[in-house]
C-alpha cells in the first residue's frame, strides 16, 4: 500500500486548507485511514481517522468541529478539510493506513505511512 499526500501549503491564521491522501496498491486490505501532524521538536500526533467501509470518524479534542475527515471509495482518496487554522497547527501532515482496528490514535497500529505534507498557519 503506497500512500501521497498532496494539498498542503501556507495559509493565515483562521484559513482553511484541504490535504489529500491518495491511496494505492493493496487497498482491498486497508481497515481505516487517518491523519497525524508532527511539529519540529514534538511527538507525531493523531488529527483524525476514518474507516473504509462504513465511515466511522474520530478526531483529536481540539480539532473537532473545525476539521472533517472524508473518504471517496472510488478514487481510493481520504480528504481533511481544515478550517478556522491556528498557527500552533503549523506541521507536517502525515497519512497513514491500518489493516486492522485498533483504538484510533494508536500510531503503531498503522502499518503504512505517507511522505507528508507541510501545512504552515501564519499568525
Known amino acids: 500500500v503506497q500512500l501521497l499526500e498532496s494539498g498542503g501549503g501556507l495559509v493565515q491564521a483562521g484559513g482553511s486548507l484541504r490535504v489529500s491522501c491518495a491511496v494505492s496498491g493493496r487497498t482491498f486490505g486497508t481497515y481505516a485511514t487517518g491523519w497525524f501532524r508532527q511539529a519540529p521538536g514534538k511527538e507525531r500526533e493523531f488529527v483524525a481517522t476514518?474507516?473504509?467501509?462504513?465511515?466511522?470518524?474520530d478526531y483529536l479534542d481540539s480539532v473537532k468541529g473545525r476539521f472533517t475527515i472524508s473518504r471517496d471509495n472510488a478514487k481510493d482518496t481520504v480528504y481533511l478539510e481544515m478550517d478556522n487554522l491556528k498557527p500552533e497547527e503549523t506541521a507536517v501532515y502525515y497519512c497513514?493506513?491500518?489493516?486492522?482496528?485498533?483504538?484510533?490514535?494508536?500510531?503503531?497500529?498503522?502499518?503504512?505511512w505517507g511522505q507528508g505534507t507541510q501545512v504552515t498557519v501564519s499568525s
Open positions: 497513514a493506513a491500518k489493516s486492522r482496528s485498533s483504538p484510533p490514535g494508536l500510531t503503531s497500529a498503522y502499518d503504512y
Open positions: 476514518i474507516t473504509w467501509k462504513i465511515g466511522v470518524t
